[in-house]
C-alpha cells in the first residue's frame, strides 16, 4: 500500500482532472485537505475548505510572495484572489481598469467570515500607503463581528447579517471604504433557540468591563439577565471575551469613534438588557397591566440608561395613547402585549445601534478627494450562509433566499452568459446542463402572486393571523414543484431550495414582517437627554432598512398615534429591495468566486465527512464548474477591446481595431487554444496571464528605454550647466586680471605725473574703526536677486538657511512658510497638547523633545545604547515623531493623533488614550513591522541647554493652594535664572496667562468630579472621563435591584428556616 507521502499528489487545479467524476473529485479534495492544502483552484474560481484550526499560510511572508503570483508557479491560496482582483481593477490583468466584486458563498460555517478578513488583510497590503486608513479598514471587522454576529449550533462565529465592504481606489491607493448591511437577526436580542446564544458584544461587555465600569453602566451578574438566557461561559471563555473587549475597544478608537459616543452606545446596550428583565403581572382593577414589584428596579434602571424618564417609558410598556376627533383615549395592553412591547423596543434600539456604527463606519472611513475624480473599486461579498436548522423561521427564509439570488448570479456568469455566446457565435458546443434555480426565485420574488408579495398583503390586514398566511400560501401554490404544504398541526411550509429542502416555521411571520414599533416610543427617546438615542430615533430610515442619521425624518401631527409610524415597508419589502440594489451592483462589475466548504459539520479539524462534502459539491454545481471551466473559454473579449489593449504587441503605431489586427497579434504570440469567433475570440480562463507576461515583458522594454533617454538628457543638461559655470568662472577670473592690471598701470601713472599743489588742511575725522585692528578685504559684489542658486554654491553659515533652485523671492517664501507651519505646531502644543504631556510635577517626561531636526535626533542618539528613543514634536504638522536608535541606523515612526484624541504610530493597529501611554506599551510591545521595543529613553544633552525652548515656560507644577498667586517674577525652572536674563521679562506675561487657564480648567475639573461623584464609592473619577447622562439614576437604581434581591433572600432563608422548626416540634 503506497502511503500518502509517497502518493502523486491532486493536481491544484481540478480543471486539469483527467478523468472528471465525483469520485475524482471529492478523493482530489480529500487528499489535499488531509496534506493541509485547504485551497483548491477550478480555474479561476477558488474552492476553499474550512480547517477549523490555524495554519501557518497567511504570514507576512507568504503575503509578500502572492503580490504578483504567476498560474502555476505557486499553489493556490485565497491571497491569490485578491491579487487578480486588485491587478485587474488596474488594468493589468487585459481590459482597461474595472471594478472588481469578490463573491464568498457557502453554507454557515464554511469559513465566509475568515476569507473576508483575509482578502482584505492582503489587499491592504498591495495597496500599502502612508496613511491609517488601511489600518482602519482592517479594524472594521472586528468591530462589525462583536455586534453581528453570534453562536448557532452549526457556527460559533455566525454572520447574523449580510455586508457588502466597498474599498475605493485611486490609481494603485485606496481611498475610502463604504459598507453595506442587510437583514440584521434583531430577534435574536430577545430570544436564542438552544445551544445558542445573543450577539457576542453582551458577553464582551460582562468579560471585559471593570467592576467600577459595570457599576458606572448599571450591569450586575449575568446570571440575572433574561436576554442572555442568564448563560455565560466557563472562566476560559470569560478570558477570551475579556481580550475580545479589548479588540472592539481598540477598533472603535482607531476608525474614530469619539469616547463619549462609546459611552452612551454601551449605555443603551445596558438598557437593553434591564429592559429584558422587565415582568408584567395583571391588575385586579381594571384589568390592565403593572410592572411586577421584583422589576421596578430594572424597569428605572432602563430608563435612566436610555435617558427617559421612568412613568413614560412605563406608559409605552403597559398602554397605548390615540388620539380620535381631537379626544385623547387610552387603550390598555394585555400582558402579551407588555411583553411583545417590550421585545419590539430592545429589538429596535439595538438595530438601531448596530445601523448608526456602520453611518458611522462610513462617514470615518469616507474618500476624501475631488468629486469629479474617477475611482476604481473592489467589493467584497460577505453574507450569511444558507440556513436549515430544526426549528427554522422568517429570518432563516430572507437568508435562504438570499443564497438562492447567489447562486442564480453564479450560474448567469459561469454557465448561461458562456453558453449564449457560444451559441450566439456559432461554435461548436455541447450544452452543459445545470441546476436553474430561477423557478423557485419566481416562487418566492415574483409580484404579485410571490411569497414575500404574499407575506406584505396579509400584513397588511390587522386581522390577518400566521393561520390566515399559511392557508393563502397553500392555495397559491398548490402544484408547484418547489413548495410543499405542512403535514400535521404543524402550522408551516416546506420550500425546496438549490441546497435541499427546508421546513418553515410559520409563527411569527407577520409580525416579523410589520416590524412593529409601539407608538409614542419614538417620541419618548427622541426626547431622550443621551444624544446617541435621541439622534437614532430622529432619523430616517431608507427603503433598503438603512439608517440615515443625517436625514431627519419628518414629524407629522398625529404620527405617533399609529402603532407603525416609523416604517414605511415591511421588513421582506426592505430587504427585497437592498437585495436587487446588491445584485445591480455585483453584474456592474467583473466577478471573481469563493466557494467554501465545511468538511464536517462537527467543526473538527483533520476530518472529512465524504457525504457532507458531497452535498456540498453538488448544489454548488462544482461537477459542472469543472466540465465547463476545462472545455469552455471564460473570457470573451470582443475584436475592439483585444487590438486596443494589446495592439502594443505589434510594436506599431495605429493598429486598426478589427478581427485582421487580432489575428495579426495572436499570432505573433505562442498561444494555442483559442478560438476566433464572428464578432469576439475565446481564450482559456489561463490566455489572459500569458498575454500578461508579453505585455510585461514590452513594458519593461519601454521602461529602459525611457531609462536610458531620461539619463543621457540629465547628462546633457548637467554637462551643459558645468560648462555654462566654468564659463563664469574664467569670465570673473579674465575680469579680476584686468582689473589688477589697470590698477598697477593706474599706480605706474602716479609715480610719473608731475606734482600738484598741497591741498588746504581739513579738520581731522573721528576714527571709525580701532587702530590695532587690520583693514578688512573688500567685500564682494552680491549676486543678482535673477541668478539661481545652484548646488555648487557653498553656504558656510549654518545658520542661513540654504536656498533651493529658484528665486530668492521663492526661497523667501518658503522660509515664511517653515516660520508659519512651526507657530502654528506650538500653537497646537500649548494648547492641546501640554498638559497631556507634563508629568505630575509640571515638568516634561525625559524622552520629550522639542522641535528638532531628523538629524539633530539621530545626533543625540548616536552614542546610545541598542533600543534609545525619544519623541520629538513634528516640525512640519501637528504631531510627534518618534526615533529609535536601531541596529547600525536610526527608524523615525510617525505618530498621528486622530480627531477623536487618540494617538497612533502610523501603520500600528493599535490606538492609546495618551502619549505616555503609548511609550509604556511599547516598551514591551515591539513596533511592527520590526518588532522594536523601547528600552532607554534619551534626555536633553545637558540640563542648561534644552531643545524645547519655546515650550519651557509650561513646565509649571501644581499650584500649592487655592489661593496661590500666579508666577509673576518666578524665574523657569528649567534654567538657571542668570542664564537667560532676557527671557524673564519677556516670559511673564505668557506664564500669567497659562497660569490663570490652568487654574480655570482645575477648578471647573474640579467642580465636575463633585457632580460626578459616585455615590457608592465617593470616589473622584477624572474629568477625562465619559459617563451615562443619568448615572446617578442609574446607581440608585441598581441599589434598588440588590436590596430587593437581598430582602427576597432573607424572606427565603427565614421561610425555610420556620419550615425546619415546625418539623422538629412534630411529633415522629
Known sequence: MVSLGQRRPPPGDLASL????????????RERFLRQQVYTDIGDILVAMNPFQPLPLYGREVSEQYRHPQRGTLPPHIFAVASRAYHAMLGHRGGGPRSQCIVISGESGAGKTESTKLLLQHIMNLCKGNSQLEQQILQVNPLLEAFGNAQTVMNDNSSRFGKYIQLRFQKNTVRGAKLSEYLLEKSRVVQQDTGERNFHIFYYMFAGLSSEEKEMYGLLDPSLYRYISGRFGTQDVAQRWKQKYQEVCNALDMVGFQEQEQVDMQAILAGVLSLGNVTFEPEERNGSVKVSEASRGWLKAAAGQFGVQEDELLKCLICTMSVTRGEQIQRFHTQQQAEDARDSIAKVAYGRVFGWIVCKINELLAENVDPEVELSEIGILDIFGFENFAVNRFEQLCINLANEQLQHFFNHHIFQMEQAAYKEEELPWETITFNNNEPILNLLLAKPLGLLSLL??????????DKTLVDKLNSSFKGNLHFQPGRGRVLGFSIIHYAGKVQYTAGGFLEKNRDTLPANVRGLFINSITPLLSLLFTATISRRGTLMPHVKAKITPGADDKFNSTRKQS?????????????????????????????????????????VVLLQLRYNGLLETIRIRRDGFSWRPSFEEFAERYGILLVKPHVSLTKESCL???????????????????????????LAKYVERLEGAAVVIQKVFRGFRCRKSYLKLVAELRAQAQRLQEEAERSRQLAVEAEAQKRISLPVPMPRKRRPQPCTHSPDKSPQPPVPRPRSKLTESTPFDNFLDPSVPRPVLGTEKQTREEVKMRKCKRGATIRWFKETQARKVMQ???????????????????????DK???????????????????????????????EMQPNARYVILGEDRAHASLTELVRYHQTVGIQPFMEILTVPCGQKSNESLDYEELECLRL??????????????????????????LQSGAAAVLRHVWFRRTKNCQKEESLDKSRTKPSSGKEIGSQRAFPRLHSSICLAMQEIQQFSS?????????????LSIEDVEPK
Open 18 to 29: 483527467s478523468e472528471l467524476d465525483e469520485a475524482s473529485l471529492l478523493g482530489g479534495l
Open 456 to 465: 406584505d398583503e396579509q400584513s397588511a390586514f390587522p386581522q390577518a393571523t
Open 571 to 611: 421588513a421582506g419589502a426592505q430587504f427585497r429591495h437592498s437585495l436587487m440594489m446588491l445584485m445591480e451592483r455585483m453584474y456592474s462589475a467583473n466577478p471573481h468566486f469563493v466557494r467554501c466548504i465545511k468538511p464536517n459539520s462537527q467543526k473538527e479539524p483533520g476530518v472529512v465527512d465524504s457525504q
Open 664 to 690: 495579426e497579434i495572436l499570432q505573433s504570440t505562442d498561444l494555442t487554444g483559442w478560438i476566433c469567433g464572428k464578432s469576439r475570440l475565446f481564450f482559456k480562463y489561463w490566455h489572459q496571464e500569458q
Open 840 to 862: 505630575d510635577d509640571g515638568a516634561f517626561p525625559s524622552w520629550l523633545h522639542g522641535m528638532i531636526s531628523r538629524r539633530e535626533a539621530e545626533n543625540l542618539l548616536i
Open 865 to 895: 545604547p541598542l533600543g534609545c528613543f525619544l519623541v520629538r514634536i513634528s516640525q512640519s504638522r501637528p504631531g510627534y515623531t518618534l526615533t529609535y536608535r536601531g541596529e547600525g541606523r536610526c527608524r523615525h515612526y510617525m505618530i
Open 957 to 982: 507644577g501644581p499650584p500649592e493652594a487655592e489661593g496661590e498667586a500666579p508666577p509673576e517674577e518666578k524665574p523657569c525652572p528649567s534654567r538657571p535664572s542668570s542664564s537667560r536674563p532676557a
Open 1047 to 1059: 430582602t427576597t433572600l432573607n424572606t427565603s432563608v427565614q421561610n425555610g428556616c420556620q419550615a
